[in-house]
């Protein structure tokens, strides 16, 4: 191969150098997160290969065996640290044919029929978000049940109740904090949502429009533990874009319920308020100051979470406005998108920690209550006796500095609506961090149940199956 300086020869033609490093951008570092999507992917298609009812065959079982096995070894050299894209590759896709090709010569250079890199990343990315959406989803069970844990421990220990910022109402802990639960349970379901619209194989779409070949795309699918196969073509490979705008829109929800949460930890383990004490571990120091002990990680959460909405925002306005068909625009997406699942990922599981480990002060927070918090049950009192609740109201305004300090305990306890302080029913909210998580490990056994089939060992441990 003649090579002309400033020029690199790849798969796919001769490019300037400085070409391939502003094309392949990050590319070449964030897709080795998708090096085992790319060879599961790779492995279902030649066995759809081998299967078109073509005579000769453009690829018998036993090519699509030893295709198979060493798309195993690339797997498992990639755990090892050891597979590398190379500059000329510019991404994972070509890494991996270019290594089927050292190793198995004509077999290796056969696999790219009936597909593009365009079906390629769509379906690696698919696979990717259907992983890491369920990964997210465990974290987030988790996350919930050490807030569900420290609701129930401190199920009846009041607190003042806030809008505002200002004193309002009395409340407890355990209202507090399985308030944030049952926000996250709802960003749980977007999150299964968004798997739910992923769960669709983009494969034998080609460059978007289909590929002049009988390929099964159903068995495409199955082979992949996908649910079906996305149906039209253009939509499958060259939709890529909006399915990441809408699993960041899924992060950002839980990185807003969380930032919230963060929001509310900083101000009451400030020493004004002293309702909570971060553990010692988690909290930072200062520089200068020697009695500091910074919730730094809750502000660095407060900011990624800001950070994430950005993001939705930067990944809806590169796909807005693109003309139909692919665009390497939609490469810029990916960065945002991985991002997105390491910063939820681990704002969750910092934030279990930090609810799990807190020490609350109950002193601290019976000390909040002032006469006035119970400005509102006094009128409610009076309006139990008979006096229209406006004027209840009128007459307790009028003499505000007589409301009768009472016993928050006693407050709280008749407070037994359904939910309320004196009635949170967290079981309901534990049955449904226990269907969520039950649904996470039953997709991620599919997916691994399919995976083994595929490749004849057992996925992920990749230990043969006999
Ligand atoms: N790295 C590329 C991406 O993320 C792969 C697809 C390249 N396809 C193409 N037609 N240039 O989109």
């Not at 597979?83 to 994972?92: G, H, L, M, T, Y």
């Not at 009395?170 to 507090?176: A, Q, R």
């Not at 959460?301 to 939609?330: C, E, F, K």
Request: net charge positive; with cysteine; aromatic share 4%.
């Amino acid at each position: 191969m003649t090579r002309k300086p400033g020029r690199r020869s790849t798969l796919v033609g001769t490019v300037a150098e400085e070409v391939l490093a502003y094309t392949a951008g990050e590319d070449r570092e964030l897709d080795l997160a998708l090096v085992e999507y790319d060879c599961i992917g790779t492995a279902a298609h030649a066995v759809a290969l081998s299967r078109l009812p073509l005579t000769p065959p453009v690829m018998t079982p036993d090519e699509t065996h030893r295709i198979i096995r060493e798309l195993v070894e690339i797997i498992r050299s990639h755990r090892r640290g050891a597979f590398r894209i190379s500059a000329a590759d510019q991404d994972v896709h070509l890494a991996v044919e270019r290594r089927l090709t050292r190793r198995l010569g004509e077999i290796g250079r056969k696999v790219h029929l009936g597909r593009s890199r365009n079906d390629q990343v769509a379906l690696d990315m698919r696979l990717y978000l259907k992983d890491q959406l369920v990964s997210v989803a465990e974290q987030l069970c988790s996350t919930v049940r050490a807030l569900l844990r420290q609701a129930a421990r401190c199920r009846s220990i009041p607190m003042v109740g806030r809008t505002h910022m200002q004193p309002a109402m009395p409340s407890t802990v355990g209202l507090w904090l399985a308030a944030f639960a049952e926000a996250l349970l709802d960003d749980g379901s977007d999150l299964q949502h968004v798997h739910t619209l992923a769960d669709r194989c983009p494969l034998g779409a080609g460059a978007g429009y289909g590929v002049p070949l009988p390929l099964d795309r159903w068995l495409e699918a199955r082979l992949l533990g996908f649910r079906q196969p996305v149906t039209n073509v253009l939509y499958a490979a060259a939709g890529r874009g909006r399915l990441e705008v809408r699993a960041l829109g899924a992060l950002a929800q839980v990185m807003l319920t969380l930032s919230g949460l963060a929001a509310d930890l900083i101000i009451f383990s400030a020493p004004e308020f002293g309702y909570v004490t971060l553990p010692e571990e988690m909290c930072t120091g200062s520089s200068i100051m020697p009695q500091k002990r910074n919730p730094d990680v809750l502000e660095l959460m407060r900011a990624r979470a800001a950070a994430l909405q950005a993001s939705v925002q930067a990944a809806a306005g590169i796909v807005h406005g693109l003309p139909s068909g692919y665009h390497r625009d939609l490469q810029e997406i990916k960065p945002l998108v991985m991002r997105g699942f390491a910063v939820t990922g681990g704002s969750l599981k910092i934030a279990a920690a930090v609810v799990g480990k807190m020490t609350i002060n109950r002193e601290a927070l019976r000390r909040a209550f002032q006469a006035p918090v119970f400005a509102a049950d006094e009128a409610v009192e009076l309006a139990r006796q008979g006096l229209p609740f406006r004027d209840a109201y009128r007459r307790v305004k009028e003499r505000l500095s007589g409301v009768e300090s009472r016993r928050p305990e006693e407050a709280v306890s008749r407070r037994t609506g359904w939910g309320a302080p004196g009635n949170l029913h967290l079981e309901v909210l534990q049955a449904e961090a226990r269907r969520l998580g039950q649904w996470a490990r039953a997709e991620r056994r599919r997916f691994h149940r399919a995976v083994s089939r595929l490749l004849g060992v057992q996925y992920p441990a990749l230990e043969s199956s006999g």
